[in-house]
T-cell receptor, first 110, second 116 residues
């Protein structure tokens, strides 16, 4: 069973702080890794993806991947109240599907 | 910006009835997917579809489910005889291709299916 694990949270951070969201995965054959944001009752919205070890930055977001540790993270700099949502980690194991974690709920307080 | 569109946004049906959920993927995308999310649970893969064939399906996607691309734009999910446990949000997604660097899947806004 290929699993993706996330802490369900909530993770509470003050406005302007860095939020750090973490994800581990069980399948060493996993090839690409995705972060989605999901507001309550809405669909997953792609934030970014990463497939090489190291960091990938896009605006206020940085994804970090460590394949040896089977660990992927998302940093959100200068967190805003509008960033309050559930963040889903998803893993593509090389087949035509994504395996999702349960998500981490982020709360950014003004 | 191109987007995946789904209809209807909410469907209420009686147990045992057939439902068809509709999706229009992004126009230049070649791979299509259905996922579902039971309230409070994780997003689960149902099926992927390419070149008018199912590429992969999960154990959830049993004989009660089928998918079809009846024309050049629509992609449908049919549930033949709905059960109470089919109540969920169903998401359609599409991606441009299956290459390592281009496997981003973009999701539609979802259809909330309620089986009563």
């Amino acid at each position: 069973q290929k699993e993706v694990e996330q802490n369900s949270g909530p993770l509470s951070v003050p406005e302007g702080a860095i939020a750090s969201l973490n994800c581990t995965y069980s399948d060493r054959g996993s090839q690409s890794f995705f972060w989605y944001r999901q507001y309550s009752g809405k669909s997953p919205e792609l934030i970014m993806f990463i497939y090489s070890n190291g960091d990938k930055e896009d605006g206020r977001f940085t994804a970090q991947l460590n394949k040896a540790s089977q660990y992927v993270s998302l940093l959100i700099r200068d967190s805003q109240p509008s960033d309050s949502a559930t963040y889903l980690c998803a893993v593509n194991t090389g087949f035509q599907k994504l395996v999702f974690g349960t998500g981490t709920r982020l709360l950014v307080s003004p | 910006e191109p987007e995946v569109t789904q209809t209807p946004s909410h469907q209420v049906t009686q147990m045992g009835q057939e439902v068809i959920l509709r999706c229009v993927p992004i126009s230049n995308h070649l791979y299509f997917y259905w996922y579902r999310q039971i309230l409070g649970q994780k997003v689960e893969f149902l099926v992927s579809f390419y070149n008018n064939e199912i590429s992969e399906k999960s154990e959830i996607f049993d004989d009660q489910f089928s998918v079809e691309r009846p024309d050049g734009s629509n992609f449908t999910l049919k549930i033949r005889s709905t059960k109470l446990e089919d109540s969920a949000m169903y998401f359609c997604a599409s991606s441009r291709d299956r290459g390592l660097m281009n496997t981003e899947a973009f999701f539609g806004q979802g259809t909330r299916l309620t089986v009563v």
